[in-house]
């Protein structure tokens, strides 16, 4: 059975959902850009958010960014929801490499005060790694182990390729890699446990940019161990093939049930929010089926009988409105995001993706009839046409959500 961590009030394991992370990219050190950038990650939707500490100067400023974070949300709780999770403040994650006992040392109200502390064994020598789980025993802290594959340790690399040279059927070097990487987070977790921490305050992870190297070394954590596990491509990227390569990496490993936590590393976009790889996760995880966020909009691609482009402007409306309302909505009416919408365009699809959905409208193709029927529920509602057809189904859709989602 999959082992439990709670952090603060979020939980990560056995049958609970999977947890949205992020990282912030402002220097630790500006209070202000960092505390505005985790309220943004958390406001778009990702409920653990984790800062770079790595010198005096970001410990130092550890204290404040956690106050002014705790501050905002609570006020924003005390504003009366029917969804209180959409106020939850997220969990703050110290990211320590190289230094991170020394700051944890140093700056007592640092260690006491973030919800979580990564360490990567491959940066942190053995004083360093075994004072740094000390002091989370001490505040009563989680831990996430974490071994990525440009800083594993290359004496085990070395070791097991050595013994892997001498064999008479040698695996490939990419097997081996990946073994090392498996061996160095189990060993580095193992040691955690020997030092006292607990299994259900650790969290382990090993990350690769290699697609096929990073499932494999997940499959193979899942196998050997019950630990709580966080999965991420390292470096997937950026544009669209960052988005796909995560994408990939992370729907094959969360169709097997493997993974507690998620992050994806997007490389910035210049002029894109730091937000944009909290809303990748969120589109996995709902393409998955495996948590819903806001509702789900079907609509065809077009082909030579949609003729038309309204379809096409109707839908990107559809998916602008509940952008623009979704936030109202989930303070309105409990169960919104799984609401099901279809804006197709002909007769082809239309009437029958139409009965799947909760809410349908389907918009007449070449040489069918100038009406738009809707669908509620799976049943002919009425038929639409003239000049307002969409005003006329939003008017419908709004409707439809009040009475349905109105507790």
């Known amino acids: 059975m999959k082992n439990t961590v709670q952090i603060g009030d979020i939980k990560m394991g056995h049958n609970q959902p999977v947890v949205i992370q992020s990282m912030t990219n402002t220097d630790t050190a500006d ?6 950038q985790i309220i943004e990650l958390a406001k778009a939707g990702s409920q653990m958010v984790r800062i770079t500490v790595n010198d005096a100067d970001a410990a130092k400023a550890v204290p404040e960014i956690i106050k002014k974070v705790r501050s905002y949300f609570q006020k924003e709780s005390s504003i009366p929801v029917i969804n209180k999770a959409l106020s939850k403040m997220p969990a703050i994650v110290g990211d320590f490499h190289f ?51 440009g800083s594993l340790d290359n004496t085990v690399l070395d070791r097991l390729m050595e013994h892997n040279a001498q064999q008479k059927n040698p695996l490939s ?3 081996i890699f990946v073994e090392a990487m498996v061996e160095s987070v189990l060993n580095s977790a193992k040691t955690a ?9 650790i969290v382990v992870s090993g990350k690769v940019s290699d697609l096929d190297q990073m499932v494999k070394v997940y499959e193979k954590l899942a196998q050997q161990s019950d630990y709580a596990l966080h999965l ?9 093939a960052g988005i796909v390569a995560s994408s990939m990496a992370l729907g094959i490993l969360l169709r097997q049930g493997i993974g507690d936590t998620i992050r994806v590393s997007l490389t910035p976009t210049p002029g894109m929010p730091r937000s944009r790889e909290v809303a990748i996760c969120k589109y996995i995880l709902q393409g998955l089926g495996l948590r819903n966020f806001q509702p789900k909009v079907t609509s065809c691609p077009g082909c030579g009988r949609t003729t038309s482009t309204f379809f096409q402007t109707l839908a990107e409306n559809v998916n602008k409105k509940i952008d623009q309302s979704i936030d109202c909505w989930k303070e309105k009416y409990q169960g919104v995001e799984n609401l099901k919408i279809a804006v197709m365009g002909c007769v082809v699809n239309g ?23 809707v669908y509620l529920d799976g049943k002919f509602f009425k038929n639409l046409k003239g ?9 419908i859709l709004e409707k439809y959500i009040q009475d349905r989602f109105t507790q």
Request: charged residues 30%.
């Open 387 to 395: 000049d307002d057809i969409e005003e006329a189904f939003f008017v």
């Open 173 to 175: 070097s990419d097997d």
């Open 351 to 373: 009437p029958g993706e139409s009965k799947y959905s909760d809410i349908a409208i389907s918009l007449p193709g070449k040489m069918e009839q100038p009406m738009a029927p």
């Open 99 to 149: 230094n991170g006992n020394f700051l944890l040392k140093n700056y007592p109200e640092c260690a006491k005060l973030l919800d979580k502390y990564r360490i990567n064994p491959g940066n942190a020598d053995d004083t360093n790694f075994r004072e740094m789980i000390e002091i989370a025993i001490m505040n009563n802290k989680v831990v996430r182990i974490g071994v990525n594959g």
């Open 232 to 240: 991420g491509l390292t470096e997937a990227g950026g544009g669209d």
């Open 193 to 201: 446990e020997e030092l006292g921490l607990p299994k259900n305050k």
């Open 31 to 36: 209070i202000e850009a960092t505390t505005a």
